[in-house]
């Protein structure tokens, strides 16, 4: 057998699933070519750790081929290492498609980097031939099965846009994109739903990139995707936690099982009649509060949107009833002032708009009235996206 078929069937043999690495490439010297490089991250395990890419080639979301230098530098080192490379794919039922470690039995230096660069094209090549199996998607579920995979000390790199659309985050959900971040982490701890990430150091790449049929979020809804997923790996005990964001990228291409498309929250029209005219102003139109105060999470869309709505109270000399409202934590004394803080700063907002102070009544039901829902699950335990919908405003409209 010639040495170029040597190493084709050798180079074969590494790339498919369960392979056992073989010892010594770890300690390699200075003029050796594969010596540890930079990999231009600064939350990785460092170079020669196993790493496990979680890959989201789905519906709604870019195409996650090629990978970014950065992560594609990361794989260089694991494989230079004889480190584990496990690929997950990301879809409603996550599951490991591809486990591979290096594998050289060359003497010689060019030989040895020939068999490296033959795995790293193999195994870009597994990368890009990921495809979705199952409809929806399950981030959480594929950062779990990334877990109990991926050795102590290990990278666990998500390359995917964040969006999961099953339970216990459905992101299809109107509050779920404006949920607070730390009270999302905080009710997965609760309902022992966190995956356990201590040790792994998780790289989360494109998170809030979309793709055809799924709209674009805006930046502010990115920002807080971001933000949520952070939040989630280091309460799962992250050893640290990057983000890298990407170029705009085509969709998966072929065909995929659906996934469901989540809408950003829109303005409200609360001008359609002047009767019963009852509007709820809370995150899924722009008007989220932080936790626990009267703090709007962004002033600056809130004032924009409430710009649209002040000139047609103006011109109909409407009166207007603003009702503030919480979840059910805290005691219910301070949870009705903070409603009524909640009312005022909505009223402020409308009379530096130039709507009369006058025409502006604010009060605050605390955690109850007709616009509150349960936000507790059948444990007690607070529920993100039913808290936030309860940390709100309704604005009531009286034409006159």
């Known amino acids: 057998m010639s040495k170029k078929r040597q190493v084709t069937n050798r180079i074969a043999h590494i790339v498919v699933a369960a392979v056992t690495a073989s010892a010594g490439l770890g300690a390699c010297s200075a003029k050796n070519p594969l010596a ?21 080639a789905r519906a709604n979301t ?36 591809l486990e591979a470690t290096f594998h050289s039995s060359s003497k010689n230096s060019d030989s040895l980097t020939h068999d490296l660069n033959l795995f790293l094209t193999r195994l870009e090549g597994e990368i890009a031939s990921v495809r979705a199996k199952a409809p929806e998607a399950d981030v959480l579920g594929a950062l779990s099965l990334a877990a109990k995979v991926t050795p102590t000390g290990g990278t666990i790199v998500l390359i995917d846009s964040g969006l999961q659309t099953v339970e216990p985050l459905r992101y299809e959900d109107a509050d ?50 971001v933000q949520t997923w952070r939040a989630i790996a280091k309460g799962a005990g992250a050893s640290c936690v990057e983000d890298l964001q990407i170029t705009s990228r085509a969709a998966t291409s072929g065909v995929l099982p659906s996934v469901s498309i989540v809408e950003s929250p829109s303005a409200p029209n609360v001008f359609g009649s002047c009767s019963n005219n009852n509007a709820l102003l809370g995150p899924a139109e722009g008007f989220g509060f932080l936790p626990g105060t009267a703090t ?18 103006i011109e109909k000399r409407a009166k207007v009833h603003l009702v503030g409202m919480t979840d059910s934590e805290g005691a219910e004394s301070a949870n009705l002032q903070l409603s009524k803080a909640r009312a005022d700063a909505v009223k402020a907002i409308l009379v530096a708009l130039g709507v009369s102070a006058d025409a502006i009544d604010a009060t ?14 059948g444990h007690g335990v607070l529920i993100p996206t039913a808290a936030a919908h309860n940390r709100a405003v309704v604005l009531q409209v009286q034409c006159t």
Do not use: W
């Open 364 to 377: 605050g039901v605390g955690s109850g009235g007709p616009f509150h829902i349960p936000d507790r699950d």
């Open 296 to 313: 709007l999470s962004d002033p600056a869309k809130t004032r924009d949107i409430l710009s649209g709505i002040a000139p047609a109270i």
């Open 176 to 225: 779920m994109l404006t949920a607070d971040p730390s009270s999302v982490t905080q009710y997965l701890r609760s309902t022992m739903q966190l995956p356990d990430l201590r040790g792994a150091s998780v790289v989360l790449v494109g998170t809030g990139a979309t793709a055809s049929p799924q709209s674009p979020l805006p930046q502010s809804l990115v920002d807080n995707l």
């Open 36 to 56: 540890p490089a930079a990999t231009g991250l600064t939350c990785s395990a460092g170079a020669g750790a196993a790493v496990t890419l979680v890959i989201g």
């Open 62 to 97: 870019f195409a996650p081929a090629p990978v970014p230098d950065p992560i594609s530098k990361l794989l260089n080192e694991a494989a230079k290492a004889s480190a584990a490379v496990r690929v997950i794919r990301l879809d409603g039922r996550p599951a490991v498609t």
